[in-house]
């Protein structure tokens, strides 16, 4: 509980490679996953965002809340929605049965399909997000988010709210064991509730007094003095970053093109089989 | 420049939401610290030695509200005129709050935070970053979070990351509360050593009398707001009697020489002995 962030510290290639690259690599990903309304491009994306997860945090990347996360979603909208989607009008065919849900109705081609893109789309941005978050320190990311023009005040708040949450828990823990050990009453989830408001006051009295003590330490170091602190990270634009940028960028200018002359390849009214989920162009 | 690095004169201080309503917490202060001295404040609970610290980098009057009068002088420049984030190059600061003085993400930050609001050249900071992290002994928490730390610990960072400043005054409040005796111990050595070496000027409050005499030049005596004594450890600890009426223990062997006045007055013209090995040297040379 001490440690909320999710950075896992490392040495890949996507460790040292520049925050503001990666968070451009994001940025592009959330655009290109939405611009089709077919499973290939974002299938490709969360396979290639799988692979750089891998290869930066090699099996971590399971154990990760993030992949957990697509695994849930995974169910809600390709299981689930096969049912409940209001635009599914023709029954699926299991090996020639319709499975069917009461009140919801029959899993349909429809809302297979739906599901599926919109799962796509969902989980290669949050796979390049994983990415994103796992290999840039927050320091790293304060850096980046300065350098993007971000104030540098409101930098430090985001650090600085990023550490308070562990400390709160703690300290609502501590507030909490004296409490009990005065005899707060702890029997039933009712007690458990009154309690919280027992504690929720010292709680914010304390956090009070401890950002009143903490920012006098500040200033004794210092902070205040200069709105450009010297920048102490280690990462600078490399070619490959560059080069990665670069092919990203005429990727995206080459899908969009494509959607522009071709449309969004979207075969929503057109399924009537399994492989129709999985045709570019309709028959 | 005046021959003195830090100047209080005529300081009176009160608390604006002070719980004893009348009482100021720093009563006509006088004190002059000349560069490079090692001075140890000492006194009771609320005798008013935090208030001190606050005063020396300005934070009283700026960030504490409460009626000031007198002047307060770092290196001839009156704290009023100066913010305290630029006062920090000058005066480094050491809370007794491990926990609130920490704000970075890892330990290593934050030994680079003070300097870098300084604008120091990235090459430098870190020079001094790591020389501090090996005076202080952090390299094995070099990239853990402070807030993962054991309160001694914290407290340990906390000391390194003022130090990392490189302050010519370093003002230490209770720096030692959450550490165990060894650790203590280590940590006047070190600041003994700055002291020496680097002629850093030192004010350091703590309660340890004993351990305190075998290193400071001098002593602060605070009571109820005010400097009761000040001078050399020995000339401070000649007077029992105003120790006995702050209720303030003095090192025990001086307290025993005092005891057995008659007798030690006997042994030849010694002074009173301040620590453990004078008074074992006096005995030693008796037996001659
Ligand atoms: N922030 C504050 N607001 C109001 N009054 C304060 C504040 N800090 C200290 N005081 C009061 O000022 C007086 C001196 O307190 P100070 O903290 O300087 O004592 P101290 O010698 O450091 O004590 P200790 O040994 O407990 O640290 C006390 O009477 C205290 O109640
Ligand atoms: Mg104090």
Redesign the pocket.
Known sequence: MSDMSMYIPGNSFFHKCDAKVKMLLLVIVSIMAFLFHSPYLSGFLLIVGAVFNYISIGNRMFKHMLTRMIIIMMFFLIILHGFVNPRGETPASFFGQEISLPFFGAYTYEGFYLGLVFWLRLSSIIMMAELFISTTSPSDLIHGLHKLGVPYNFCFMVSMSLQLIPISVREAQIINSAQRARGLPEKSIVDRFKGLLPMFVPLVVSSLERMERTSMALECRGFGNTNNPTSMSDIVIRKSDIALMVITLLLLVACVIIRIRFGSFDMTDHLTSWADCFRLVAR | MSEYILELKDVNFK?E????VEEP?LKNINLKVKKGEFIGVI?S???????LCALCNGLIPKA?DGEFSGQVLVDGQDIKDVSTAKMSQKVGLVLPDPEAQLSQLTVYDELTFGPSNLELPREKIFEEADRVMKLIRLENFKERSPFSLSGGEQQRVAIASVLAMNPEILVLD?PTSNLDPLSTQEIFEIICKLNREMNMTVILVEHEVELMAQYVDRFVVMDNGRIVLDGSPKEVFSHREVFEQIKMFIPTVTSLAGEIDEEYRKWGNYEYPITLEEMIKIIDSRKE
């Open positions: 608390y939401n002070a719980p004893t917490a006194g609970n609320n005798s008013g030695k935090s208030t504490l209770e």
